[in-house]
C-alpha cells in the first residue's frame, strides 16, 4: 500500500513557477508509476503529467513545454516542475499512484489529498 502526500502549493503570478512536491510512503514506491492530476472549480478532474517506474514521462498537450515531472525514488518523492504559469492552470492539483502507465487514463490506486494552486493574472 502506497500513501501519497502533496505540498508546494499557493498563490504565484502570471508567469511565475511553482514545484509540487508529493511525499509516498511504502517501500514499494519506485515500483508505481506515478502523475499528477487536476480540477478547477467545476471542472472534471484531469490528466497533467506521468512517469513510469522507468522514468518514461508523459505530459498533457495544455502543459507540455511548460511543466516538467520527475522522480527521486530514493526519497520516495514525486515532483512537478511548473514554470510560465497561467491563470488557467489554478486548480487543486493531485498525486495518484498506479500499476501502470494506465494511470493516464485515471486508472489509478492511489491519492493525494490535494495541494490548491491559485495563479493570479
Known sequence: QVQ???SGGGLVQAGGSLRLSCAASGRTFSSYAMAWFRQAPGQEREFVAAISS???RY??????????????NAKNTLY??????????????????????????????????????????
Open 54 to 56: 522507468d522514468f518514461r
Open 59 to 72: 505530459h498533457a498537450d495544455s502543459v507540455k513545454g511548460r511543466f516538467t515531472i520527475s522522480r527521486d
Open 80 to 121: 512537478l516542475q511548473m514554470n510560465s504559469l497561467k491563470p488557467e492552470d489554478t486548480a487543486v492539483y493531485y498525486c495518484a499512484a498506479g500499476a501502470g502507465m494506465s494511470i493516464i487514463r485515471g486508472n489509478v490506486d492511489y491519492w493525494g489529498q490535494g495541494t490548491q494552486v491559485t495563479v493570479s493574472s
Open 4 to 6: 501519497v502526500a502533496e
